[in-house]
């Protein structure tokens, strides 16, 4: 392989999604019949890295995935898309990570995984993708993969001029020492009090989004240039360190039809722009269009808009406001 050049590297994980679609969602010991059974690529790193691709920017995916046929669905879809997989590991003592989703009628869901080889991926394997990680444009890690691999990747980061991404989701305990090498991170409203309340601050008894206001500073504090909350279909807050200033910037408003991959949306578009040289703002205001796109169609990484649409849809949106 020639070496790859303005690339959005995203490490992590790769899942296939098994998906009910229903009424409702069954309360404890209920079952719930009626619903319609679809099976879709997923997992966070997997979506993101297709959401990246499909906003055009070149982009390489590393993650372990599975000796099995749902791996090599995975692989085989993510070569399809355009995406190098030439650096994904294959594990043949692991299967390849499962989630089972539920889905109402709102487009809201519900989801159990088991992570399966993506909780394989070793510091040490890590450490052979060295020059991959230090000449990328910009990387994503989440948090589906193994705290101690994540930890090496930030360092090896580091080392390079990266804009470094982190997504805290599914948010687990973590180390400042990851935090202090991030530029951006990108919870959702729970995921940034919950890490709020983990790293030791106490708890504000202010208005919610003073809260998140002050909670991003706290953030920002240990290191991190810009902390950016996503809060579904209301939008997000951008807190900016260098400044002090933060931003609101909303979303144009849809009937959402699935919500899964739409933070994953958000975030492979966002590394994506960033990749290209695009500004902060101008880059969450056009991923929040894309975003607004992908909770309407079902599925994680066959909801991905692709850049044309993106920019058709943003002209109809006032990114301004």
């Known amino acids: 392989m020639s070496e790859e050049t303005d690339y959005v590297l995203i490490i992590g994980s790769s899942n296939m999604d098994l998906n009910i679609y229903s009424k409702r969602f069954p309360n404890p010991g209920e079952t719930v019949t009626g619903g319609t059974f679809k099976q879709f690529l997923g997992g966070k790193g997997a979506n993101q890295a297709v959401a990246s691709v499909r906003s ?3 982009t390489i995916f590393i993650g372990k995935i599975g000796q099995d046929s749902f791996g090599d669905q995975m692989v085989s ?3 399809d898309e355009g995406i190098n997989t030439n650096h994904i590991i294959r594990d043949s003592q692991e299967p390849s990570g499962v989630a089972f989703i539920l889905i109402d009628e709102n487009g809201e869901n519900m989801i ?3 992570p399966g080889a993506n909780h394989n991926l070793k510091p040490e394997e890590i450490r052979t993708k060295t020059k991959i990680i230090k000449n990328a444009n910009s990387i994503v890690v989440q948090m589906e993969i193994p705290i101690e691999t994540i930890q090496e990747i930030f360092k090896i980061a580091s080392e390079g001029n990266v804009i470094k991404i982190l997504n805290p989701a599914p948010l687990k305990p973590l180390p400042i020492d990851i935090l202090s090498k991030v530029d951006i991170i990108i919870p959702n ?3 940034l009090f919950r890490l709020h309340s983990l790293l030791g601050f106490n708890d504000l008894l202010v208005e919610e989004k003073q809260k998140i206001v ?4 706290d ?3 240990l290191g991190i240039k810009y902390v950016i909350t996503t809060l579904g279909n209301k939008g997000c807050i951008i807190f900016e360190k260098k400044t002090n200033k933060f931003y609101e910037i909303g979303t144009p408003k849809v009937i959402a039809v699935d919500t899964v991959g739409a933070g994953d949306c958000f975030i492979g578009v966002l590394a994506s722009m960033l990749s290209k040289g695009e500004t902060i703002l101008n880059a969450v205001r056009f991923t929040t269009v894309a975003a607004s796109i992908a909770v309407t169609r079902k599925g994680a990484q066959e909801s991905m808009p ?3 649409e993106i920019k058709k849809k943003s002209k109809q949106f006032d990114l301004n406001k």
């Open 112 to 114: 159990s995984v088991a």
């Open 219 to 221: 953030l920002a504090n």
């Open 214 to 217: 002050q909670v991003s500073k």
């Open 56 to 58: 055009g920017s070149k």
């Open 77 to 79: 879809r993510l070569a």
């Open 189 to 191: 409203e729970g995921e």
């Open 306 to 308: 692709f850049l044309n």
